[in-house]
């Protein structure tokens, strides 16, 4: 039967360049550089400063239009130094309002300044205090702007597509550091005659982005910060307690680098590549700040088993931050060929080829399937086609592993029905082609069938568009996996195993053990087929309470969750309170939720709202969504406030009436 084909609306969301989620005009009036000065209040939880943009007017725009978000105000805009009236948008719950200032007419370039300052709500930005640090002297700030979130730390064209290069003068406390996602600069002298004279106490801190890159990809961190070298490029920070447990982590980092050279055939074009491990309640397991990766503590396992984490943001040293998703739609051109990416460098760099590789696919395939059960389950199957309809959509909430693993598995089938050596030759022609740009699904499938012709047996209409799991499943070779699962078939059948000890055991292997006990995907819920009896047994001989590897901790807790064990409620409440790492904390906030646990759902939400300043506003805003807690603008639980005040109402009635 031949394929089916694309609907018009398909064939227009696979060639979209229209990236709904901004209300800027960046097509038509574009900023392509923007000179930001900030100033750190840590008092008050703002920036404060300005950000001037080079702006070229490419279709005779009438204004100049960009986006905020989350409280951040404008105080006063200029165009070309003269001041220039701010006419500001409807506000829109998820893309924010915009902000236009009219442009010269009859004039190609012009610069635009806007003088601003964010808010303490902003919702890129999480602002620590020194109790949340693992120094508890100092405060601590840190930013996370992808998908839609740098325009609520800048006011800027936040598309993917609006790339710019950037300069920035921060000032900062004195015993702080501040890193930003660019390279460290003596001075930069147009922006410094603009500001003002550093203040006492304050130090001035120059970055530079020379590349020009998406305002997604804009970062900061401002903290007690130390660092240590990994090699000539690549330098570690963190606070000074974990910076020599960080080091030893990811040592393995210009290994990985090399190695993603070797396979794109393209030097890394960013100069350095230095990683900030961060407080605990960084939301993601990294970020791919240029210059300056992002990681979650969470990888700090002590023997390097979570660090491929590391190979995964290096990738997109390529795949993503040079090769851009052209809108959001396309995010699986970022994610996919990143996964695919990190799969080939950890292949090669661990010597175990394409075994390991198929072992990672296996794994993959799992957490593809418990994120699509989880989408549908909440109504929301649509957002699991890799090209998804979102307009109108947050992009937190549409974030899933779909991009990532149904679109590195489609990399692969690519990869296999070519065969590899002509697949290397077509990955360094497809970064070649699109770097410095961006690219759409359109693009990218009209680039194979250039230089490798129809390859007719995929079909790409369902792999684009069908909802759900795997469209065609790959033939993958499973022998690394093979004793972890049929340990768990005999603990499943036998209630014990032939393993009396996992000693010499990876942690994959580990992962793929209790994954094969039900421990389910990144997403799904847990459904376990193990009972109390044979969960106390496994742990009697392999101690999963009390191993510290997230990625094992996760897995233990929702099996325990889900064979109702009272203590697997406090072990996954201890673990969504000392990270927060969305991975992690929206499952088991979610397991929790539906345990048959007593009291669990009860519980959960009550230390949800306990410590919803643990969390940054991103993972916030999504556990509560998960939890159905409305924390309102004051990050109280609306729901507590209510019930409080009908408790008070019943004390006064109570109380008459006795009078
Ligand atoms: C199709 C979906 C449309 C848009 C989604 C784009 C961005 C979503 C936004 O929520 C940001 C995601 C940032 C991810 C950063 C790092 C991830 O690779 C981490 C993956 C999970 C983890 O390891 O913790
Ligand atoms: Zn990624």
């Known amino acids: 039967m031949p394929f089916q084909q694309p609907t018009p609306?398909?064939?227009?969301?696979?060639?979209?360049?229209?990236?709904?989620?901004?209300?800027?005009?960046?097509?038509?009036?574009?900023?392509?550089?923007a000179s930001i000065e900030w100033r750190v209040d840590f008092d008050n939880e703002v920036l404060t400063g300005a950000v001037t943009y080079d702006v070229t007017n490419k279709s005779n725009a009438s204004t100049f239009v960009v986006d905020t978000h989350s409280g951040l105000t404008i105080h006063r805009a200029y165009v070309d130094n003269v001041e220039a009236e701010v006419l500001l948008g409807k506000p829109h719950a998820i893309?924010?309002?915009?902000?236009?200032?009219?442009l010269p007419p009859a004039k190609k370039t012009c610069q635009v300044r806007f003088e601003y300052s964010t808010a303490p709500e902003c919702s890129a930005a999480q602002w620590l205090s020194p109790a949340q640090t693992a120094g508890k002297k100092r405060p601590y700030l840190f930013t996370q702007s992808q998908a839609i979130h740098a325009r609520a730390l800048l006011p800027c064209q936040d598309a993917p597509g609006a790339k710019m290069s950037w300069d920035a003068v921060v000032d900062a406390p004195q015993w702080a550091t501040a890193l930003m996602s660019g390279l460290q600069a003596e001075s930069l002298p147009f922006i410094h005659k603009k500001c003002p004279p550093v203040e006492d106490g304050y130090r001035r801190w120059f970055w530079k982005q020379p590349v020009p890159t998406s305002s997604y990809l804009i970062a900061i961190v401002v903290a007690d910060l130390e660092a240590r070298d990994i090699s000539e490029r690549c330098r570690v920070w963190s606070e000074p307690s974990v910076v020599d447990?960080?080091?030893?982590?990811?040592?393995?980092?210009?290994?990985?680098?090399?190695?993603?050279?070797?396979?794109?055939?393209?030097?890394?074009?960013?100069?350095?590549?230095?990683?900030?491990?961060?407080a605990p309640?960084?939301?993601?397991?990294?970020?791919?700040?240029p210059c300056l990766t992002f990681v979650t503590p969470t990888l700090l396992a002590g023997d390097r088993s979570l660090a491929g984490v590391v190979?995964?943001?290096?990738?997109?040293?390529?795949?993503?931050?040079?090769?851009?998703?052209?809108?959001?739609?396309?995010?699986?051109?970022?994610?996919?060929?990143?996964?695919?990416?990190?799969?080939k460098i950890k292949a090669r760099t661990s010597g175990k080829g394409r075994l390991l590789e198929d072992f990672d696919l296996a794994t993959s395939q799992r957490n593809l399937s418990g994120a699509v059960k989880h989408f549908t389950e909440i109504g929301q199957g649509a957002l699991t086609a890799l090209v998804p309809p979102i307009e109108g959509v947050d992009p937190d909430d549409a974030f899933s592993l779909v991009p990532y693993e149904k679109g590195s598995t489609l990399i692969h089938l690519l990869e296999r029905t070519?065969?590899?050596?002509?697949?290397?030759?077509?990955?360094?022609?497809?970064?070649?082609?699109?770097?410095?740009?961006?690219?759409?699904?359109?693009?990218?499938?009209?680039?194979?069938?250039?230089?490798?012709?129809?390859?007719?047996t995929i079909d790409w209409c369902q792999w684009f568009h069908a909802p759900g799991d795997l469209p065609q499943a790959l033939a993958l070779n499973e022998s690394l996996g093979e004793k972890a699962v049929s340990l768990a078939r005999q603990w499943l059948k036998n209630g014990c195993g032939d393993f009396t000890t996992l000693e010499g055991w990876t942690t994959d292997e580990k992962v793929a053990f209790l994954d094969a006990l039900g421990a389910g995907g990144d997403d799904g819920r847990t459904q376990s087929a193990v009972s109390l009896q044979v969960l106390d047994a496994i742990d009697d001989a392999y101690s999963f309470t009390t191993d510290a590897n997230a990625e094992i901790r996760s897995r233990w807790c929702k099996l325990l969750l889900s064979a109702g064990a009272a203590r697997g409620v406090s072990l996954a409440l201890d673990f969504v309170t000392c990270q927060g790492r969305m991975k992690f904390v929206r499952p088991?906030?979610?397991?929790?939720?539906?345990?048959?646990?007593?009291?669990?759902?009860e519980t959960a939400i009550s230390t949800f709202v306990e410590n919803a300043d643990f969390y940054h506003p991103i993972c916030r805003k999504m556990v509560a969504?998960?939890?159905?807690?409305?924390?309102g603008a004051s990050g109280v639980d609306l729901r507590l406030v209510v019930a409080g005040a009908a408790l008070v109402v019943v004390g006064l009635l109570l109380a008459r009436r006795r009078n």
Not at 281 to 289: A, H, I, R
Not at 625 to 631: F, I, Q, R, T
Request: aromatic content about 14%.
């Open 245 to 278: 447990k960080a080091l030893h982590e990811f040592s393995e980092t210009e290994q990985f680098l090399r190695a993603a050279e070797d396979i794109t055939g393209q030097d890394y074009v960013w100069k350095r590549y230095d990683l900030v491990c961060l």
């Open 281 to 289: 309640s960084f939301p993601y397991g990294g970020m791919e700040n």
């Open 418 to 456: 070519v065969g590899e050596e002509k697949f290397s030759t077509f990955v360094k022609a497809y970064i070649r082609e699109f770097r410095f740009t961006t690219v759409t699904t359109a693009q990218f499938r009209a680039f194979v069938q250039r230089e490798l012709g129809a390859v007719s």
């Open 311 to 343: 190979a995964h943001e290096i990738a997109h040293s390529w795949t993503g931050n040079l090769v851009t998703n052209a809108t959001w739609e396309h995010f699986w051109l970022n994610e996919g060929w990143t996964r695919w990416l990190e799969r």
């Open 625 to 631: 969504s998960d939890l159905g807690v409305d924390l």
């Open 9 to 33: 609306a398909q064939l227009a969301r696979e060639a979209s360049t229209d990236e709904k989620s901004t209300q800027s005009n960046w097509r038509d009036a574009q900023a392509t550089h």
């Open 95 to 102: 893309f924010g309002v915009s902000a236009a200032v009219p």
């Open 588 to 601: 088991l906030y979610r397991a929790l939720r539906d345990s048959p646990c007593a009291n669990a759902k």
